[in-house]
C-alpha cells in the first residue's frame, strides 16, 4: 500500500516554463488536497477535490491549475512559472471531511523556479 | 477569523527530559485542533487531534495535548523526550463549518540534545 504518492521529488524551472506535479493514491480516497510550505511559514491550500470531476480554490489558486478525471489523480499544473512559486508542494488525501479524517501526505516536491 | 500561533520556532531539550510545544489559537466557533508531526524530508504525519470530546487528547509516541478553552491554547508534550523526536510540529485549527480549510501554525522545530 503505497499511500499518497508524488513526483517528481525536486524540480528546477526558468521563469515562464510549464510543468505538472504528479500526485496519486490507493486508498480510495475521495478528498485530495495541494498544499505549499514556505519557509517559516505554515502550509497554505492551493486547490482541494471532494471527488472525481469537482475541484475548487483554496488559498492561494493564482497561477494553478488541477483537474481530477479520476479519484486517484490529482495533477497540480504550473503555467508560468515564476520566482514566487518556488516552494514545497505537498500532496494530501482523506477519507471524509477534514474534522472527521487526517490526511495522509506524500512526501512532498521541492521546486525553485529562477 | 480563526488563526493558529506557535510561540516557538525552535525548542531544544536534551534526551529524556520533558518536551513542551506551546500553541495558542483563535477560532469563532466550535474547533477542532490537531498537531501533525514532519520528520526531515518526509511528508507530515498526525500526532493527535482534538474534536470535542476528551479535553486531554493522546496521540502516538507517547505525545498528548491539552485543549484549555479558556486559555485558548493547545500545548504538545511528551514526558521524555526520544532522539527520534527531533522533527517540525504543526499545530493546525479546522472550525467544524469548514469541512475543507485548515489553519496551520507556523511550525516548531524540536532539537533533541544527547
Not at chain 1, 495541494?34 to 517559516?40: E, L, S, T
Not at chain 2, 500526532?47 to 493547545?74: C, H, P, R, W
Request: with cysteine; net charge positive; glycine share 8%.
Amino acid at each position: 500500500n503505497a499511500g499518497v504518492t508524488q513526483t517528481p521529488k525536486f524540480r528546477i524551472l526558468k521563469i515562464g516554463q510549464s510543468m505538472t506535479l504528479q500526485c496519486t493514491q490507493d486508498m480510495n480516497h475521495n478528498y485530495m488536497y495541494w498544499y505549499r510550505q514556505d519557509p517559516g511559514m505554515g502550509l497554505k491550500l492551493i486547490y482541494y477535490s471532494v471527488g472525481a470531476g469537482i475541484t475548487d480554490k483554496g488559498e492561494v489558486p493564482n497561477g494553478y491549475n488541477v483537474s481530477r478525471s479520476t479519484t486517484e489523480d490529482f495533477p497540480l499544473r504550473l503555467e508560468l512559472a515564476a520566482p514566487s512559486q518556488t516552494s514545497v508542494y505537498f500532496c494530501a488525501s482523506s477519507h471524509d471531511t477534514l474534522n472527521n479524517s487526517p490526511l495522509h501526505f506524500g512526501n512532498g516536491t521541492r521546486l525553485t523556479v529562477t | 477569523a480563526q488563526s493558529v500561533t506557535q510561540l516557538d520556532s525552535h525548542v531544544s531539550v536534551s534526551e529524556g527530559t520533558p518536551v513542551l510545544l506551546r500553541c495558542n489559537y483563535s477560532s469563532s466557533y466550535s474547533p477542532s485542533l490537531f498537531w501533525y508531526v514532519q520528520h526531515p524530508n518526509k511528508g507530515l504525519q498526525l500526532l493527535l487531534k482534538y474534536t470535542s470530546a476528551a479535553t486531554l487528547v493522546k496521540g502516538i509516541n507517547g505525545f498528548e495535548a491539552e485543549f484549555k478553552k479558556s486559555e485558548t491554547s493547545f500545548h504538545l508534550t511528551k514526558p521524555s523526550a526520544h532522539m527520534s523526536d527531533a522533527a517540525e510540529y504543526f499545530c493546525v485549527v479546522s472550525e467544524r463549518r469548514s469541512n475543507y480549510q485548515l489553519i496551520w501554525g507556523a511550525g516548531t522545530k524540536l532539537i533533541i540534545k544527547p
